[in-house]
């Protein structure tokens, strides 16, 4: 029995070695983005197995480390202001491909510490590629995961075919003593919005419209542009498109009616652009014509207005939301949507092996990886500009480490006393 004692005492001082070794390994990751702190979980050891039939009551034989448990609890996240930085919040983990140690495979990681490389794809600081579904041109996204990448080429210009407006005209106008003309609009109408609109190439140009009453409850509009934009160039303002509104004598929109529909071939550009102007959802048209131009009696004012194009922007950069949406920002202040990060989920994140560099593999513990977007399927959701911080909790470690130690010195000295037990029944023979 007395050998049996300082076995066991041996034991347990292999097993708060390595308890020790595990909290360590917490502390010097305290500052690793991403690091999910672990523990070491003890088991006892016995000398005769119940299990084969043998009579309890017998001691044991000691103490072993049987697993070291990964702890999944949630870091905190840190505010970075660096685009590129994103951080989960919640279950799953970012998916990166590539090399790690001469195996090629998708690895794992809650580490959000990623750049745009030379090739202009998404990568973490190993070089692995971060993986996402695609964005279609119709603004859904692909089904299959790839590379993020971003389009660093210049975003072509989109030439405006579309105008909208919200405004309220004053039903107390009077009707102008002259009918409209369009080098004298100021004086031959009500009232004027102004916005500018783009052709094929991206240059820009003045958009004026003008309201002039021609009757109670009743209005035209006039689209005019300069004519030195046109080509042919033309002196003074250009009359490319107008129409009429009637309102119901509660203000609100009736009717449209196009008489010209706008269409302006500026030089150098595509040679027939037309513009559609929305004045909101008539009464005719099945709507409650009040979402966009109104008539009441209060002084004429625009709320809103807005088009659909732009001039030509270079790459500044990206953004990412709540579901991982990548987004390319451009300079021209355009916003196209180029990627959703792909989000890992696991049966068993215990059960993910330890791949080092912040990385995690899949393993026949952990089951396989189901793919999905942030906050789908109980994921969690990502936040750009933020990095998840590590969760070990250093007060933690050090009451942890003290206890280690003592143990490991109660350890010691059972052997120690062991052996003075063993020197006693030599000394008997002396």
Known sequence: MVLSAMNSGVSGLKAEGDALGVVGDNIANVNTVGFKSQRAVFEDVLGHSILAGTASGLPGSGVKIGDVQQMFTQGTL?????????????????????????????????????????????????????????????????????????????????????????????????????????????????????????????????????????????????????????????????????GSLAFTTNGALNTVTTGTAITASFAGATAAQPIKLDFGTSIGAGGTGLDGVTQFASPSNVSSQSQDGYASGDFSGVAVDGQGVVTGLYTNGQKIAMSQLAIAKFRSNDGLGRAGQNLWIDTRESGTAAMGTAGSGGRGATTGGALEGSNVDLAEEFVSMIQHQRSFSANSKTITTADEMLQELINIKR
């Open 78 to 242: 840190q505010n970075t202001g660096v685009a590129t930085d994103i951080a989960l919040n919640g279950d799953g983990f970012f998916v990166v491909k590539g090399a790690v140690d001469g195996v090629s495979s998708n690895f794992y990681t809650r580490a959000g510490e990623f750049v745009i490389d030379k090739d202009g794809n998404l990568s973490n600081s190993q070089g692995l590629k971060v993986q996402g579904y695609q964005a279609n041109g119709d603004g859904t996204f692909a089904a299959s995961i790839s590379n993020v990448t971003a389009p660093t080429a210049a975003l072509p210009a989109k030439a405006s075919a579309a105008v909208s407006i919200t405004a309220n005209i004053d039903s107390s106008a009077k009707v102008p003593a002259t009918a409209f003309d369009a080098q004298d609009p100021a004086n031959t109408s009500n009232f004027s919005t102004t916005i500018s609109v783009y052709d094929s190439l991206g240059n820009a140009h003045t958009l004026n419209v003008y309201f002039a009453k021609t009757n109670a409850n009743t209005w035209d509009y006039h689209a005019l542009v300069p004519g030195a934009d046109l080509n042919p160039p033309v002196v003074g303002n250009s009359e490319v498109g107008t």
